[in-house]
């Protein structure tokens, strides 16, 4: 078995064919994490549970990109993107109110902190922005320990500002166990130690088929730190490049896992999907 932990089911791409999507699938011993970005996403996100049974979760957070109106845009190895953000005011109630209506909301986010999509170039602004994206980000992170859920945490760009604010959450508060996942991680093995020694998990994308920044922090880091994911529809894997991406390509991303740490494939499977079961408490 295994479970894409993060893609994105909810968003327009899949308008036309979610289900067969989602179908293909969990037919193929795929279960998935559908994340929601805004309270829009959000609560599709929580939609889609009901049309789904086991297998199907969600996620509920306002990501930092909708913290502006801005046009959002991406034309490189992430894939290429184009679309207008609208500004949402963080609503605490509303994310609790959608974490509480389906037991099968296991995580809050995608939360966190996004540098490169700050349109603007006037420092005052920029400065803002981020200060804004950091409170709302540590509003969510306050939530998600109220509502005793892991936190997944996107980071552009940022990590020099995100990593003091995981750790003194972590500070604050205590944890019995592992509350929060770096997604799609970009950074190397010495900042991982970083996340992994305050009760934090990385996560992978597609983008390691085919990028080898990453190969030297997935050889060091234990299996049991590591979770896979598409974060589809962006990021398709090897040998789907170009092309949508969806939740069964995430066995894409653990073939190159068990080749990187030339580990039999069938334990990766295993241990991937044992440790991502635990961490979300599924
Ligand atoms: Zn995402």
């Not at 994105?8 to 559908?34: P, S, T």
């Not at 109110?97 to 349109?119: F, P, T, W």
């Not at 295993?270 to 635990?278: M, V």
């Amino acid at each position: 078995m295994f479970i894409d932990t993060h893609c994105h089911l909810n968003f327009k791409d899949f308008k036309d064919d979610y289900y067969q999507v989602a179908k293909r699938a969990l037919d193929d011993q795929v279960e998935m994490i559908v994340v929601g970005s805004e309270v829009k996403t959000s609560q599709r996100a929580v939609d889609l549970l009901d049309e789904f049974g086991k297998g199907v979760y969600a996620a509920v957070g306002l990501h930092p990109i909708h913290l502006q109106d801005i046009l959002v845009k991406n034309n490189n190895e992430n894939g290429k993107y184009e679309f207008r953000s609208k500004k949402e005011d963080y609503s605490e109630e509303d994310y609790f109110n959608l974490a509480k209506s389906n037991k099968r909301v296991v995580a809050i986010g995608e939360i966190g902190l996004d540098y490169y999509h700050i349109g603007s170039d006037v420092d005052s602004e920029i400065k803002k922005i981020k200060n804004l994206q950091q409170e709302v980000f540590y509003r969510q992170l306050e939530l998600s320990k109220k509502l005793d859920l892991p936190a997944i945490v996107h980071c552009r760009e940022a990590h020099d500002d995100l990593f003091p604010i995981l750790q003194d959450f972590y500070k604050r508060n205590s944890f019995k166990k592992e509350w929060g996942v770096i997604h799609c991680f970009s950074g190397d093995y010495d900042l991982a130690k970083k996340y992994f020694e305050i009760g934090l998990k990385i996560s992978f994308t597609g983008l390691v088929t085919f990028v080898k920044d990453w190969d030297e922090v997935i050889k060091k880091s234990p299996l049991q730190k590591i979770m896979i994911e598409t974060d589809s529809p962006y990021l398709s894997p090897e040998p789907h490049r170009g092309k949508r991406n969806e939740p069964i390509y995430v066995k894409e991303v653990a073939k190159k896992i068990a080749n990187i740490k030339a580990l039999d494939f069938f334990t990766v499977e295993n241990e991937l999907y044992q440790q991502s079961k635990t961490f979300f408490s599924l």
